[in-house]
């Protein structure tokens, strides 16, 4: 199962960090990915860890702005959001497979039930 929290209002150009926590099994040697869903959107990848921390890949909007790092000790992987814009304004997902990390959703198996991250301009 997993939980993300994190989410919140927050002003054009703030931060916010998300955490997506595992429980029920050890997500250590899960690719764990991040996506969102604007109101009237399709959902889109947002950015994704492999098990080990060493690759990860961000959704071009996002990069520069975005940074994704886990803790396994601690089984969880948090999405740190800066600069963010009112198009960042979405529901965020975090969701994990046993693979490699990969931008495809329909390769996730297990999904978070959202946080809802919105921002003021």
């Known amino acids: 199962q997993l939980q993300a929290s994190g989410g919140g209002l927050v002003q054009a150009g703030g931060s916010l960090r998300l955490s997506c926590a595992a429980s029920g099994r050890t997500f250590s040697s899960y690719a764990v990915g991040w996506f969102r869903r604007a109101p009237g959107k399709e959902r889109e990848f947002v950015a994704t860890?492999?098990?080990?921390?060493?690759?990860?890949y961000f959704a071009d909007s996002v990069k520069g702005r975005f940074t994704i790092s886990r803790d396994n000790a601690k089984n969880t992987v948090y999405l740190q959001m800066n600069s963010l814009g009112p198009e960042d304004t979405a529901l965020y997902y975090c969701?994990?497979?046993?693979?490699?990390?990969?931008?495809?959703?329909?390769?996730?198996?297990?999904w978070g039930q959202g946080t809802q991250v919105t921002v003021s301009s």
């Open positions: 969701a994990a497979y046993l693979g490699i990390a990969t931008t495809r959703a329909q390769r996730y198996d297990y």
């Open positions: 860890i492999n098990w080990s921390g060493s690759t990860t």
